[in-house]
């Protein structure tokens, strides 16, 4: 039996099945999880992977050769899980997306009870307890919070609607999870994780139809709390005055952001060429990580990294359009609210190691070192992809 398919409605179709749209009479294909996937953005994924394994690699070889006894080390764990995130990626694209609808609310419990885990056998790292080690690697449950926060956040905002708009039926829910969330963090501590989440849910809120009046409400709340956050966690004024004055105190606290920007400027227009990085023979710290865009720069100069960008960028712009010509308002939630934390994350990592911002910590998105992370991302890619196979505006 055939029905017709609006664009909140969540009902399948048979692959290639025309129907009318009721609004300009034309004939559109329906599409269901056996459609086609958003070719553009699986290639710019698989690309920016590529050439994320590939810097890594170059960035990694001689922390690896002094800390492992082996060049290859890190080099090879990443394109393992390159391969598996890939594979995982494709995998998941073939999914009916609208199974996360039911399962949001387990993924993100499943977050919360691993927050709770991390202050009792989390292993600590550079003064900060984030991740839990499962033997063979580690993991940030901050990741799976991200990803539980994005679903769960679209699963209410699909079922609320019209309720968005009231305080204690709409919004307070959200808060109270947010709370929740955001509170365990604190006690890592992960300010980094805590400003992704927060800036991830206020663009899915706003997606949802909450008025402007309870943002600006929530950026007080928000400013109170990270001036709180400052003057009772020392480390974070360090990093302020690094960040402020990162020549005062070159070679200490100012160290890493001073290196990076040598690392910058030391590219030039095209670079040094790629394995020809100075700064990665131990004077950068965090070279294959979080502070991977630099030896980027360093390599493949200004333009290269500048392709890097026109990359992200692409992607990022893809996954909106995937986002607007979602089938229902699930869809649309889910991709927007995955595509923010992608462009978030890139953002951040960006302006941190270009000293345009504070140091947070934040890895740089298919690039920086970190095999369950890349596993956690393209997983996300891979629901993205879902919601395109069932993309429903595909005229003809």
Not at 19 to 36: A, F, H
Not at 237 to 243: C, F, S, T
Not at 274 to 301: A, M, T, W
Request: charged fraction near 15%; include cysteine.
């Amino acid at each position: 039996m055939q029905q017709t398919v609006y664009p909140d409605s969540p009902a399948q179709q048979p692959a290639g099945e025309r129907l009318p749209d009721p609004q300009t009479g034309r004939r559109r294909v329906i599409l269901d999880e056996r459609g086609l996937l958003d070719v553009p953005f699986l290639v710019l994924t698989v690309l920016l992977v590529l050439i994320g394994v590939l810097m890594m690699f170059s960035a990694s070889y001689a922390r690896a050769y002094s800390t492992e006894g082996k060049a290859t080390y890190y080099f090879a764990r990443q394109a393992v899980f390159a391969i598996v995130g890939i594979g995982i990626m494709l995998f998941f694209s073939t999914w009916n997306y609208q199974i996360w609808r039911s399962v949001s609310f387990f993924i993100l419990a499943a977050a919360i009870v691993f927050l709770l885990l991390v202050p009792l056998i989390g292993i600590e790292e550079n003064g900060a307890k984030r991740w839990i080690y499962l033997g063979f690697t580690s993991f940030q449950p901050s990741e799976i919070a991200k990803l539980g926060i994005v679903l769960t956040f679209a699963s209410m905002i699909s079922y609320y609607r019209e309720r968005m708009q009231s305080f204690q039926e709409g919004i307070l829910p959200f808060v109270v999870i947010l709370a929740v969330v955001c509170g365990l963090l604190v006690l890592e501590p992960h300010l980094s994780a805590i400003i992704i989440i927060l800036g991830v849910s206020a663009a899915m809120l706003f997606l949802g139809g909450v008025k402007l009046r309870w943002f600006a409400l929530g950026l007080g709340v928000v400013a109170a709390f990270v001036a709180i956050y400052l003057a009772t966690k020392g480390y974070a004024g360090d990093r302020i005055q690094a960040w402020l004055h990162p020549f005062e105190d070159e070679s200490d606290s100012g160290y890493q952001i001073v290196q990076s920007l040598y690392a910058i400027g030391s590219g030039g227009l095209m670079g040094l060429g790629l394995g020809r990085s100075r700064q990665k023979y131990l004077y950068l710290p965090e070279e294959h990580n979080d502070y991977i865009f630099p030896i980027v720069c360093e390599e493949l100069g200004f333009v290269g990294a500048m392709v890097v960008l026109l990359l992200f960028l692409l992607l990022i712009l893809r996954g909106y359009w995937i986002a607007l010509h979602a089938r229902d308002r699930f869809g649309m939630l889910v991709v927007g609210g995955l595509t923010t934390l992608l462009a978030l994350q890139v953002f951040l990592n960006i302006g941190v190691v270009t000293n345009l911002l504070p140091a947070t910590g934040i890895s740089l998105p298919f690039f920086s070192y970190g095999g369950t992370a890349l596993l956690i991302q393209l997983f996300e890619m891979g629901v993205i992809l879902s919601v395109s196979r069932q993309n429903d505006n595909k005229l003809i």
